[in-house]
């Protein structure tokens, strides 16, 4: 839900109940769907946190920084990895609105960090040292060790020249993007045999890799996006690019590639999950902007994805064939019809609010 009210500023109904319905169905959401991880409530928790600085300014600013120091805490609570999407929502936030942020982030982190203490608290006293996954993840140190959080940071960095620290943030950039271009010949692949091997290939790097997993909504979409929003700018009503979502993703990611210590670890679940649906849902609304035909294209090829690579992974005899494209048909059409209940519902929200 909180995705679609990130859409809901696209005028058509069916625009809204599509790019929902690709984000349900994208690697990320299917895999963390199927086996119930946590990072999806750190995700959600994370888009309420970016919708509570960024939504309607009818929002009174108590209800604004209650709401959002509420969901960084929880989403914290769910996952750690949320940290460096509140980040960029935060810095994106401070970049974008300058002097009416500080108010609004002093209370929102003030109450953030009074919710979150408890937990602190029980890590250090019930089930210590606490701190394990910021040194493992800060300053590369596996090992439990009672050694303080910044004692170990500096020992990582004691011995780190510029060159290499430069390399492993370009390996971690590589990492990110890698399979943007390599999917197109692994979906070819799928779609031309279905062979056991080119299934396996799209599902583990949909596993790892940011760019991959977006699939058809791929970040190479955005520079004729851009492109065409320039050249039109004169020539018709401007085009309302969905720039606090953009940039809050840009520096999440950016943040997130300087901090990992261990050069290549920027995989998808290492990270904030709420960057990589942002990501894509930006390349959604920019084709719905700027190009809708390839909009409806492209949710239609990622359900095709999906279904060979998740769906009609393995064969079915007989009657169990049968039923199991009847019961995919229809999970897949009660989502839809979801969607765009769903996209109704919130444009319907929307203009009573305006």
């Known amino acids: 839900m ?92 401070v970049l974008l609105k300058r002097s009416q942020a500080l108010p609004v982030l002093l209370k929102t982190g003030a109450l953030a960090v009074a919710a979150y203490l408890p937990w602190v608290g029980y890590q250090r006293l019930i089930d210590p040292p606490g701190d394990r996954l910021l040194k493992w993840h800060f300053a590369g140190h596996i090992p439990v060790t009672q050694d303080s959080f910044l004692h170990v940071l500096r020992a990582a960095y004691a011995d780190l020249g510029l060159w290499p ?81 953009a940039l809050a993703a840009a520096l999440s990611f950016l943040f997130w590639i300087l901090v990992i210590y261990e050069p290549g670890q920027t995989v998808i679940h290492q990270g904030a999950y709420f960057s990589f649906l942002a990501s894509m849902l930006v390349i959604l609304l920019m084709l719905a902007r700027c190009f809708p035909p390839a909009l409806y294209a492209v949710v239609a090829l990622n359900l095709a994805v999906a279904a060979l690579a998740y769906a009609f992974d393995k064969p079915f005899d007989g009657a169990s064939s049968a039923i199991h494209l009847g019961t995919t048909l229809a999970l897949t059409g009660g989502l839809l019809a979801a969607c765009r209940l769903a996209s109704a519902e919130a444009m319907d929200d929307e203009r009573r609010r305006c």
């Open 165 to 245: 620290w430069l390399a492993g943030r370009a390996s971690n950039l590589n990492t990110l993007m890698h399979g943007s271009f390599s999917f197109f010949g692994d979906v070819a692949a799928l779609f031309w045999n279905r062979s056991p091997a080119a299934i396996t290939t799209v599902v583990e790097n949909s596993f790892f890799y940011g760019a991959y997993s977006m699939w058809f909504a791929s970040p190479l979409w955005l520079l004729p996006c851009v492109a065409y929003a320039l050249v039109k700018r004169r020539s018709m009503r401007p085009l309302r690019f969905p720039s606090d979502l």
């Open 2 to 93: 909180p995705l679609l009210v990130l859409a809901g500023t696209l005028p058509r109904r069916s625009q809204r109940a599509a790019i929902v319905f690709a984000l349900a169905l994208s690697p990320l959401v299917l895999l963390n769907g199927l086996f119930v991880w946590p990072k999806l409530f750190a995700a959600t928790f994370c888009a309420i946190f970016h919708i509570a600085l960024f939504g309607p300014s009818n929002i009174a600013r108590p209800a604004r920084w209650s709401m959002a120091g509420l969901a960084a805490a929880l989403a914290m609570l769910s996952h750690g990895g949320a940290l460096f999407a509140l980040v960029g929502s935060t810095a994106a936030f």
